[in-house]
């Protein structure tokens, strides 16, 4: 396999531990996409339509800030990009993540974790944020994987 970097952004560790196993069963690197400002308990309550994740969930040219880069971006050719599903698509900060490097080239693999809804329309909000890659639809991966339980996922891939 090509080189290929894993980078999620993980609310509350769900996503984390998928990528973790995931990055672990490819031999792929690993980034955490950090938000410059975490989020609180309060600010994921999607109940409250005034917490901090509805307000930008509800604005689509929000674009929460990154606490740091990944410095070498240029040496991967798949990115594993993984998130939460908030609102049927990808929290805003991965369009941030994937706006903040030239994608000319990549291919970019959404994963994505969700307690109950689809990847629905994630496919979809992204590709503005990675218009010189080559984007696949993805899917939701289940937390309880295994090791080989994704290896057989990417290797089912078109990479």
């Not at 980034?31 to 609180?40: G, K, T, W």
Request: hydrophobic content about 40%.
């Amino acid at each position: 396999m090509k080189h290929s970097l894993v980078a999620y952004f993980s609310a509350t560790g769900t996503t984390a531990r998928v990528a973790s196993t995931l990055a672990q069963a490819i031999g792929a690197d690993i980034f955490v996409i950090e938000p410059q400002i975490p989020y609180s308990i309060q600010d994921l309550n999607w109940h409250d339509q005034q917490s901090r994740s509805s307000l930008e969930m509800h604005t689509p040219t929000s674009r929460p800030a990154i606490a740091k880069i990944c410095e070498d971006m240029d040496q991967y050719d798949i990115l594993f990009v993984g998130f939460p599903i908030w609102w049927y698509v990808a929290p805003h900060i991965i369009n941030t993540f994937l706006e903040s490097y030239d994608m000319q080239g990549k291919t970019i693999v959404p994963f994505a974790t969700s307690g109950g809804s689809s990847i629905g329309q994630a496919y979809q909000h992204l590709q503005a944020s990675c218009p010189n890659a080559r984007l696949l639809q993805g899917a939701i991966l289940n937390t309880h994987a295994s090791q080989q339980d994704l290896k057989n996922w990417v290797n089912n891939l078109s990479l």
